[in-house]
């Protein structure tokens, strides 16, 4: 993305194939939240991708998310999501890895809403922190024209 993106704000990579992916059970392609009119800003259905190191694969962990009023008031700002750490023993819960993805789902659609995160805490149990990738939708958009006009 763009070098003036910094911090939290932009934490995603757009990366550019000599040749298309075929999709595959593993492999699909992702949507927006825009495309159902910004409609995932209410979806509460949220759940953590993370990958669990000792078994080499993704494990999806349930998530509450706040609600977009209160992450604001909190000092994440307006181009974030917030959610709770879900409590448990499990060590892979307390593993905060870059690349996180938060998806959520509404009518039966997964849509990608944030990558990355940080927490607001040292306390694990505390709200997290995610990109919210609504924000750099259109720059992705625009460098994807931008691309398929100059090649």
């Given amino acids: 993305m763009a070098k003036s993106f910094k911090g939290m704000d932009h934490d995603i990579a757009l990366l550019f194939l000599q040749s298309p992916i075929q999709f595959s059970r593993r492999t699909w392609p992702i949507c927006f939240s825009s495309m159902i009119n910004s409609i995932a800003d209410f979806m509460d259905d949220c759940i953590f991708i993370r990958r669990v190191l000792w078994e080499n694969r993704k494990k999806a962990i349930s998530v509450k998310r706040w609600p977009i009023g209160k992450c604001k008031e909190s000092q994440s700002g307006a181009k974030t999501i917030c959610t709770e750490e879900m409590a448990g023993n499990d060590s892979e819960l307390q593993l905060m890895e870059n690349g996180e993805a938060v998806m ?48």
Avoid: Q
């Fill in 104 to 151: 959520c789902r509404k009518d039966r659609r997964w849509f990608l809403k944030s990558v990355g995160g940080t927490s607001l805490s040292a306390d694990k149990s505390m709200v997290k922190v995610f990109s919210n990738v609504d924000h750099v939708e259109k720059e992705i958009t625009d460098s994807l024209i931008y691309h398929l006009e100059n090649s």
